[in-house]
Every structure is written in structure tokens, then in C-alpha cells.
């Protein structure tokens, strides 16, 4: 089964300020983050990680190393603009099944482009694929406001925090979007 989920930002404290993430610490975000994604995710499963697993690398590479290791599932990493550690090291990136910029896959009928950021167009869009992101969080802002005007049944956000901090099924992604544009046009 594919899973997807983007912008963990493991280990950063001020992300958890930040972003008013409902944890204590990093510590305490990564505990239950990894309970959340060991109880869905099994070790057969692909996790597609759009960007942002740590934040600029800050932490050691052994703390890097703990955190992949602790996660279930053979994890694809599509670099967000905080993966520089992981970018400029072979032996941090060996602990994904690969690690690239962008990616497209076809599973059963869906069609998929990921990449970090989100975009107007992409990578067979016309042919009907689909486009997973990350990078905006839970922000409501124009780069946002433009995607929920104009790409609503097209392109999702795989942010954790509109995902229950857990990665997600395509199905569960789709959902997910659609609730929390719900709850931005109450104004919520």
C-alpha cells in the first residue's frame, strides 16, 4: 500500500511553536508521530515523504539515522527545501529507499507527480495525474488560496498537520483536503 505525508520536521522545536502544533516538544511531536505512522504503516508499505523530514539538518546524523530507523515501511524521500543533511549525505541517504527531487508513479488507475512545492501545472496533469505536495503546512495563505480556487480535485496537501500527523492513503489524503477546505471557507 502507498502512503504519503510531507513537512515532519522531526526535531524542530520552534516548528512545533510555529505552526501551533498540539505537542509539548520535539520530542514529544516525534513519539507520537512515529506511534501514529508504526500503527498504520507496515513494513511492506511505501511511505512517500514530500519534503521536509527533518528541519535543515540540524539534528547529528545518528539522531537522523534513530529517527528513519523508528518509522515503519520502505520510505521514499522527494527532497523538500529543509533536506540538505540528507542531500549532501550518501550515508544518511541510504536510509531511503531513494531520494529524489520529484517523482511520478502509476498505481492500479491513479496517475502521480510529487514534489515539494505546489504547482499550476505538472507532469502529465493533462493526462489526469494527480499532484501530492507539501511545503505550505496548514497555511491559508495565497499560494494556498490558489490551489483551493483552482486545483481542489487535482492536487493535495500531504502536510501532517491537515493529516493528523500521520501519513495517509490516497483516499485519506483526498478526504483530508476536502475537510480542511470545508473548514477554511467557515472561515474555521
Not at 71 to 83: A, C, E, M, Q, V
Not at 172 to 186: C, P, T, V
Request: glycine residues 8%; hydrophobic residues 35%; proline residues 3%.
Amino acid at each position: 500500500m502507498d502512503f504519503f505525508t510531507s513537512d515532519l520536521h522531526l526535531g524542530h522545536e520552534d516548528r512545533v511553536i510555529w505552526d501551533k502544533r498540539p505537542f509539548r516538544n520535539a520530542a514529544h511531536m516525534f513519539d507520537v508521530m512515529r506511534d501514529r505512522w508504526n500503527a498504520k504503516v507496515a513494513d511492506s508499505d511505501d511511505v512517500w515523504i514530500i519534503g521536509d523530514f527533518t528541519y535543515y539538518g540540524e539534528e547529528s546524523d545518528d539522531t537522523i539515522r534513530r529517527y528513519a530507523e523508528a518509522l515503519r515501511g520502505r520510505k521514499h524521500l522527494i527532497y523538500g527545501n529543509h533536506d540538505g543533511r540528507i542531500k549532501e549525505s550518501p550515508a544518511l541517504q541510504s536510509l531511503f529507499e531513494e531520494c529524489v527531487y520529484e517523482k511520478y508513479i502509476e498505481t492500479g488507475e491513479r496517475k502521480i507527480f510529487m514534489y515539494h512545492y505546489p504547482l499550476v501545472e505538472w507532469y502529465r496533469r493533462p493526462a489526469g495525474s494527480y499532484l501530492i505536495y507539501g511545503h505550505i503546512h496548514a497555511s491559508r495563505d495565497d499560494g494556498y488560496g490558489f490551489m483551493a480556487t483552482h486545483r481542489t480535485d487535482s492536487a493535495f496537501n500531504a502536510g501532517v498537520m491537515i493529516n493528523g500527523y500521520a501519513p495517509v492513503t490516497f483516499e485519506e489524503l483526498k478526504e483530508n483536503n476536502l475537510k480542511f477546505h470545508r473548514e477554511s471557507d467557515k472561515g474555521e
